[in-house]
């Protein structure tokens, strides 16, 4: 057993930060996911104390879950990312159960490479694209840039992103550009590092090394 | 003549207290109790409560009181009170076969082990009024206390139950899945049969009342009969950690229905009764009767019944059976809509102008014809009319297969 | 980047000036309000579709803008600047007594001006000004459902969103066109959503449908009976349905606003005398007395 396990199984639920004042810093979170997710690629900060030693989620994503995760939402963790007592500290501050099963999932807590290897998850039906599940996804950065290229609703022209390694982003941004040929059905990503945050909507075009070029990309481009 | 329009906030203040002041009465009145309510217009409560969705006499008793009376605007009152109250924990199902029996008959059977009990019931009254409330005088048969209305009767076994043993009915089984439960996510038709159930208990009397009745005289007749009336106090229990057994948590006064129906079969299963059910918070018979009719109306295609009638259309009858939802949107009618309302008054300007410049129009052509000695044929307007409407629907059918 | 010591903004002493302490934060409970955020994240991701939610009694009656309240509810916060109006004006009943109650039950700061406000909840008009990207604009909507006067059943409808098929629509506008000349829907004029849903944009006059278009700000849109809320994003492709030989339309005016001059807004016709006389006049009364102001 290494260290950082050591630490981990240490931590206490109560360890990892709640909300001070839940009925308005949820709020005020929520506002910010709201933004990202009308605006995809805008960047946002969610403010939020240091998450204990060992967590392997971000603390923007920890965010995320206080803001929307309670008794009715049914949360898919990657094993990778369970550190530090994260399904207790999850259960105890929102109330969320976990699911092993991703086709249940209301939220789904992944990276990149989680993608490659699990495709299970809910992507709604034609009559019901809203039973679906939404990605929190950690990347090693986060910041504009020029390897990923959004359009569509939420996005004036194009916005560009930059995820840390495009290789390694690229099973998540294959998983999203898939997006386009099955809407409305889809998955929503907020993806997040430290404490910045984005979002990728199921009806963001995206084009990037590695994508193929939609009708849909092209049509964008061509307007904006 | 611009701001008479406008309401503002010192109209509505006063609105407000003009409508108390109503409510109120004649101030030489002594002013009602909500505690008289609760115990003088029970069935009243009775209502309220069983279409709010809220157990609680007294605060049904309140709403009453404050509504003047009007139970659809009680029912809304205590219905958004609901909405605020967090939710603590899931009681377990009510057994109503352990009901603490008050009144219990069977139409189906001339006895029945337990025996039929009458109860308190206006069923044999001559509905005659009694002029002895008015003058405040009660009358005699209130000054003795009835038989059995102090110990209840003892729970006894539901009489369908005892067709079960034959397999003259319907088994209803339990698939254990968790039912949906309408009051936290919006149904989504075609709903099964618990969510429809819920979505009658709530149902408006009169509406369900009305509905049931059509299903009597033809429109989607099943042949009801009672089967079992009840009505009584049925205990309401929750599991709590660290005890093995349920924790009762208190009583509540309930009313069933349960009616036997003509039967159905199939090559696959032998010829058996089918039912229709009713269950209402407190005193309301009248609610779970018709509750059963349109229950059983509603299972026409699963039990592969041609759907015919109004009763037996199950998005019809359930969009439209709750009275907070309907009374709220009939009465937004009284909400100025002049803005829509000017949209029309210019198309409908405009229509007008273009139509009497076109009789116009034809009005000089017919007098320049008839200089001429001819006349139109009759009905050419017509012609012209569905010749338009006939391009229009080829314009219209390519436009589909475009979004196609 | 990972600077986690920083608590900024979390518990920071938020202002909770709510005046009613006996009902929470904007009346609706914590978990009502995080499922209906939930449910405004999935229709911001799916423009135009609409989302069901399990609705709550509000306490004021269904048909009078509990969806819009509700979205209210569950968006507000102790810093924002509300705006509500009605038919476009803030002193219409309605819209004085959904103001008065976020008053009560949030204690936020109210506001006619449209520049102002960080919320405005709407029923049947857009504000003559143009929105920006940190306001946001919430509808309150009676039938969400555009294809409902065709098909009143929901089964059906659903099926009809799913795939895509919206023909019928277009034979209903043009059966208006083989009737009347005109496509006579005049208010409530359906819309196509980034190419794909048709939704319907609450009863607005059609003029106010070209605001839809790229707006600037995040428009949401509620039906608290019919338990659905649906959402435009901004800079989002929002078309009015059209033929290429009748396109679509806005109403027009003979004459300015009687009080402003204006010749651009929307004008309501108010009768001024028993003979039937009429004066012209903005429905949107911030827009009309910021121009009165600006003129004096």
């Known amino acids: 057993m290494n260290m950082t396990q050591q630490i981990s199984e240490a931590v206490r639920p109560h360890d990892w930060p709640g909300l001070a004042d839940p009925v308005h810093d949820s709020q005020r979170l929520f506002r910010q996911l709201l933004g990202a997710m009308s605006e995809p690629g805008t960047l946002t900060e969610l403010a939020l104390p240091a998450l204990p030693a060992g967590a392997a989620i971000s603390p923007a994503a920890w965010g995320a879950l206080l803001a929307l995760c309670d008794l009715d939402t ?136 590695g994508l193929a070029a939609t009708d849909d990309a092209e049509r964008q481009e061509e307007s904006a | ?26 101030r030489d009145q002594r002013e009602l109790e909500v505690s008289q309510i609760q115990q003088q217009l029970g069935l009243a409560v009775d209502r309220v409560m069983a279409e709010a969705s809220l157990y609680d006499p007294e605060l049904a008793a309140l709403a009453l009181k404050q509504a003047s009376g009007d139970t659809v605007e009680a029912v809304f ?154 009505q009584g106090a049925v205990e309401v229990e929750i599991e709590v950690e660290g005890f093995d057994e349920p924790v009762c948590v208190g009583e509540i006064a309930m009313s069933e229905c349960q009616m036997i129906n003509q039967f159905a079969g199939s090559g696959d299963t032998a010829p058996q009764f089918t039912r229709g059910y009713g269950l209402a918070f407190g005193r309301n018979e009248r609610k779970t009767m018709a509750m059963a009719l349109v229950d059983r109306a509603l299972r026409a295609e699963e039990l592969g019944e041609p759907i015919q009638s109004p009763a037996q259309q199950a998005e019809f009858v359930l969009a439209h059976a709750d009275s907070v939802e309907a009374s709220g949107f009939v009465s937004h009618l009284k909400l100025p809509h002049y803005v829509d309302f000017q949209s029309e008054l210019e198309l409908i300007r405009r229509l007008r102008r273009e139509h009497a410049e076109r009789t116009a129009a034809t009005a000089e052509a017919v007098s320049d014809t008839q200089g001429a000695g001819t006349r139109p044929a009759p009905g050419e307007g017509d012609s012209t009319r569905s010749e338009k409407a006939q391009t229009a629907n080829a314009q219209a059918k390519n436009v589909q297969e475009n979004v196609r | 980047m990972n600077t986690a010591s920083n608590a900024q903004g979390v518990g920071a002493g938020a202002p909770t000036n709510a005046i009613d302490s006996g009902y929470n934060f904007a009346y609706l409970d914590e978990q009502t309000k995080r499922m209906i955020r939930r449910a405004l994240l999935k229709a911001v991701a799916i423009p135009g579709y609409q989302v069901p939610f399990g609705g709550r009694e509000m306490p004021m009656p269904y048909g009078w803008g509990t969806g819009g309240m509700q979205l209210t509810a569950s968006v507000l916060g102790a810093d924002d600047t509300l705006k509500v109006i009605d038919q476009g004006a803030d002193d219409t009943t309605n819209a004085v007594s959904i103001r008065a109650f976020f008053e009560r039950v949030a204690g936020v700061e109210t506001t006619t001006a449209t520049a ?47 795939l895509e098929e919206y023909g019928v629509m277009h034979v209903k506008l043009y059966e208006d066109i083989a009737h009347h000349g005109h496509i006579a829907t005049t208010y409530a004029y359906p819309v196509k959503v980034d190419g794909r849903y048709v939704m319907d944009p609450s009863p607005i006059p059609k003029f106010d449908n070209p605001k839809l278009h790229m707006s600037e700000a995040l428009m949401l849109f509620g039906a608290g009976r019919e338990k659905r809320l649906y959402a435009i994003p901004p800079h989002t492709r929002v078309e009015s349905l059209d033929f290429e030989d009748h396109p679509f339309e806005i109403q027009a005016w003979d004459e300015p606003c009687a009080i402003c001059g204006a010749t651009d807004s929307y004008l309501d016709e108010v009768i001024i005398d028993d003979q039937g006389a009429r004066m012209f006049v903005c429905s949107d009364t911030d827009y009309c007395n910021s121009r009165s102001e600006e003129k004096a």
């Open chain 2, 1 to 26: 003549m611009y701001v008479a329009v406008k309401g503002g906030e010192k109209a509505i203040a006063n609105a407000h207290r003009w409508m108390a002041d109503r409510r109120r009465g004649e």
């Open chain 3, 116 to 162: 102002q406000a960080s919320v405005i909840q709407t029923r049947h008009r857009i504000p003559e000004k143009t929105l920006r990207a940190d306001q946001i604009l919430i509808f309150q909507v009676p039938i969400p459902e555009p294809l409902r006067f065709i098909e009143p059943s929901e089964e059906e409808t659903r099926v009809m969103h799913a």
């Open chain 2, 77 to 230: 009152l205590l219905r958004a009170y609901r909405t605020t109250l967090p939710r603590l924990a899931e009681t377990l199902p009510v057994d109503t076969g352990a009901m603490r029996i008050e009144r219990r008959i069977s139409a189906t059977f001339k006895d029945v082990p337990g025996g039929q009990v009458l109860g308190p019931t206006y069923d044999y009254t001559h509905r005659l009024l009694d002029f002895m409330l008015l003058a405040g005088e009660e009358a005699e048969t209130t000054t003795a206390a009835p038989q059995g209305a102090e110990e209840g009767l003892e729970a006894c076994p539901q009489i369908l139950d005892c067709l079960n043993h034959e397999g003259l009915i319907e088994q209803e089984q339990d698939d254990g899945s968790e039912p949906y439960d309408i009051t936290r996510d919006p149904p989504d038709f075609p709903v099964d049969r618990a969510t429809r159930l819920q979505m009658l208990a709530r149902g408006d009397e009169g509406y369900l009342l009305a509905l049931g009745y059509s299903t009597q005289r033809g429109y989607g007749r099943n042949h009801p009969f009672a089967g079992e009336i009840r």
């Open chain 1, 74 to 209: 049914r949360v898919w963790v990657d094993q990778g990312l369970a550190r530090a007592n994260l399904a207790a500290a999850l259960a105890f501050h929102t109330g969320a159960r976990l699911t092993d099963d991703p086709a249940l999932a209301d939220f789904a807590l992944v990276t990149p490479d989680t993608l490659s290897r699990e495709d299970g998850f809910a992507l709604g039906s034609d009559a019901w694209p809203d039973r679906s599940t939404t990605l929190i996804v950690m990347v090693e950065a986060l910041a504009q840039g020029e390897d990923w290229w959004l359009s569509g609703p939420g996005v004036p022209g194009r916005r560009g992103l930059a995820l840390g390694s495009a290789e390694r982003a690229l099973p998540l941004m294959r998983v999203l550009a898939a997006n386009r040929g099955r809407f409305p059905r889809g998955l929503d990503a907020f993806i997040s590092s430290g404490m910045r945050l984005t979002a990728i909507a199921r009806s963001t075009r995206l084009a990037g090394p």
